[in-house]
Structure formats: C-alpha cells, structure tokens
Nanobody, 127 residues
Framework: QVQLVESGGGSVQAGGSLRLSCAAS???????MGWFRQAPGKEREGVAA????????YYADSVKGRFTVSRDNAKNTLYMQMNSLKPGDTAMYYC?????????????????????WGQGTQVTVSS
C-alpha cells in the first residue's frame, strides 16, 4: 500500500550539501524509516534510520556528524540533510520503510529488515 519516491539527488563537489526527500503515499506514521545507499560493486548499506515518531535516529559511523535524518509525519515525508559530502558518499540512495515495533532492531537487520522501498535517487560527489 505504501509507496515511496525519493528526490533531491544530484551532482555536487566535495564539501557541498544536498537534502534528500522521500515522499510517501499511504500512511507511514507508524513505520520505522531509513535511508540506504549502494555504490557500484558494493553491497547496499544502511545510512540512517528514524523511529516512527521521530526523535531517536541511527546513523552509520561513516556519516555521523555530517548527515541528519528527520521526518515530518504531517507531510508524510522523510528527509536527510547531507553536509560535508565526500566522494565516498557517491551512491544510489534509497528510502525504505518498515512496519515494526522496534526500529532499533530493524536497523540492525540492515536492508532485509525493511519492507517498502523507493526507486532511488543518485548522489554523485566529485573531488
């Protein structure tokens, strides 16, 4: 029922910023939601996740202090502010959602813990 559409990707120079958005059709207020990324030749990895009610968030060590995930349940939208971007951040970024009572546990499961996926938005960071 829930569908996710990412936007906000693009090409940026190292040190720049982007803000990704994930617009949901259908209600996601009771979903754990997250961002994942996949670079060519690499496994899909978790970037950040946030509880259904907002507040508590989880981040990959590689992005802590640079990326911030948030959600606006009134707008049914997930965001990720990405600052101080590095070439290593280059990847396809995916929004995902999981209907779960434990977002932290779902986060530990990685991509397989999430039920609904967007089609992705490309982020390219040049040096």
């Amino acid at each position: 029922q829930v569908q996710l559409v990412e936007s906000g990707g693009g090409s940026v120079q190292a040190g720049g910023s982007l803000r990704l958005s994930c617009a949901a059709s259908g209600y996601t207020y009771n979903y754990c939601m997250g961002w994942f990324r996949q670079a060519p030749g690499k496994e899909r990895e978790g970037v950040a996740a946030i509880k259904a009610g907002g507040g508590t968030a989880y981040y990959a060590d590689s992005v802590k202090g640079r990326f911030t995930v948030s959600r606006d349940n009134a707008k049914n939208t997930l965001y990720m502010q990405m600052n101080s971007l590095k070439p290593g951040d280059t990847a396809m970024y995916y929004c995902a959602a999981a209907l779960t009572t434990s977002c932290v546990y779902t986060w530990t499961r990685g991509p397989r813990g999430f039920d609904v996926w967007g089609q992705g938005t490309q982020v390219t960071v040049s040096s």
